[in-house]
């Protein structure tokens, strides 16, 4: 199996832990301040990768520590804005549709920020996505609600993540100010998946520090907040972004992002077992829409791959 097909396949178990990692978020917040919990949360998540990436870590030079600092860091504004979406947000299904614009924002920051060549259907899905995030807002008159503005808001600096991720996982050549051609070298992908979390634990402790009371929660703890805790921790963060980043490993270029269309969908399904969620016709219209942006946006890595997967069946 090629290094792609690995990437995609692991990109599809991200989504599936994704999702489920909606479910314990939600859990969790109903029981806590929400940035606390993301504090907690990415706190023990890259602890718990440190203790098996400590000799990785040792090894990488300040140039490597730096940039994955910087890739928490915007990792880190980007989860803060998430979990305040799903604090105010009145539905978590459509909550993971504005969040999944992320992914028709990643070829464009690719393209505006790094000069990444991309298709003509990057700028047809735009017009589709917010005729998508209208429908949405037309439940209230076009007067968007406070969960809705967060997540839109989150996903544009996902786009940035996940860009930024990408080329910090493989190894790339860049021009400094001098006009000279620098290596600059892959980051493994455990330990800057350690680094990234341990940031973003970092910054929403401040964040939370700054703007949440603490007393309620550590006085008189629920006996299931620990549990929704270590499972969003090792499952939903652990592993879920270290495996990420590893598929992003597998590929030098941002299209693998087109797998994640796929976290929406299951989230909705999740939400709709777990909470009982149901969507008003607008809002199914807005997250149809949504979705058809996704794919109108990597129709040609989709019909690539659907070419390909006709012609291997035919030689059978």
């Not at 920051?109 to 589709?128: D, G, H, M, N, Y």
């Not at 929704?228 to 597998?250: C, E, M, P």
């Not at 989230?267 to 149901?278: D, N, P, Q, Y």
Request: charged fraction near 10%; proline fraction near 5%.
């Amino acid at each position: 199996m090629s290094d792609s097909h690995k990437s995609d396949l692991l990109l599809v178990a991200v989504t599936l832990l994704a999702a489920v990692s909606w479910i314990f978020s939600k859990e969790a917040i109903l029981l806590m301040p929400p940035l606390l919990f993301m504090a907690l949360r990415f706190l023990v998540a890259g602890g718990f990768l440190s203790f098996f990436a400590w000799r990785a870590l040792a090894h990488l030079s300040a140039d490597q520590l730096k940039r994955a600092i910087g890739v928490g860091l915007v990792f880190g504004i980007a989860m803060s804005f998430w979990v305040m979406g799903l604090f105010h947000g009145t539905s978590m299904g459509e909550g993971a549709f504005l969040t999944s614009l992320g992914v028709v924002i990643v070829p464009i920051i690719a393209r505006l920020v790094f000069k990444e060549v991309q298709p003509a259907s990057t700028w047809l899905a735009i017009p589709v996505a917010i005729a998508g995030l209208a429908l949405l807002s037309l439940q209230n008159g076009f007067k968007p609600e406070p969960g809705q503005i967060f997540f839109v808001v989150a996903a544009t600096i996902f786009a940035l993540y996940f860009t930024l991720n990408t080329r910090a996982a493989n190894q790339r050549s860049t021009i400094n100010r001098k006009g000279e051609s620098v290596e600059k070298h892959r980051i493994p992908a455990l330990p800057l998946t350690a680094i990234a979390l341990l940031t973003v634990g970092a910054l929403t402790l401040l964040e939370s520090l700054l703007m949440e009371p603490w007393q309620p929660t550590f006085s008189d703890p629920p006996p299931l907040l620990i549990w929704w805790v270590l499972a969003s921790a090792i499952v939903g963060t652990a592993g879920r972004f270290l495996v990420q980043t590893y598929a992003q490993s597998l590929s030098t270029h941002s299209h693998g992002a087109v797998i994640l269309v796929l976290e929406p969908v299951w989230v909705s399904l999740f939400a709709a077992g777990w909470f009982g969620e149901t969507m008003a016709p607008m809002q199914l219209a807005g997250c149809g829409l949504i979705f058809a942006a996704l794919i109108v946006n990597r129709w040609s890595a989709l019909s690539k791959a659907l070419r390909a997967s006709l012609r291997k069946g035919k030689t059978y």
